[in-house]
């Protein structure tokens, strides 16, 4: 009888339907860069795009980890379907040893690239 029903249910439903059962409608998913590959996102909000944020400090200088970063980059970007926003701090401030100070930031260099490569090929890319 069990099983009678569970082929019933399954026949309603067609393959999208199915994949989104228990899905919320006009959900919002928070990924990491990293857990985000394979993945496709209708819109993607990538934040920290300052310089020595993303890529980190620690990695300028070091060639293989920079281009793992890169890549990473590259596929965050490539999940999107419809729109990929970068968002970055023109300035932050941070309590130090001095006191309380505010810093200039920098877009990133992946940002750089990715301007540079739009803007090469007449895609729209809107800075604002």
Known sequence: MATRSINWKLN????????EIGKPNNQIAISTRHSSKGLEFEVVIML??????????????KTHKLSEERRVFFVC?????SVCYL??????TK??????????????????????????????????
């Open 95 to 128: 309590d130090t040893r001095y006191g309380i100070r505010t810093f200039n930031q920098s877009p990133s260099i992946f940002w750089n690239d990715l301007y540079g490569a739009c803007k090469k090929r007449g895609i729209q890319c809107n800075i604002v």
């Open 12 to 19: 309603i439903f067609n393959v999208k339907q199915f994949s």
């Open 77 to 81: 970007v490539t999940r999107a379907k």
């Open 48 to 61: 920290g795009m300052e310089q020595g944020v993303f890529p980190d400090y620690r990695n300028k200088d």
């Open 87 to 92: 968002l970055m701090s023109k300035k932050y």
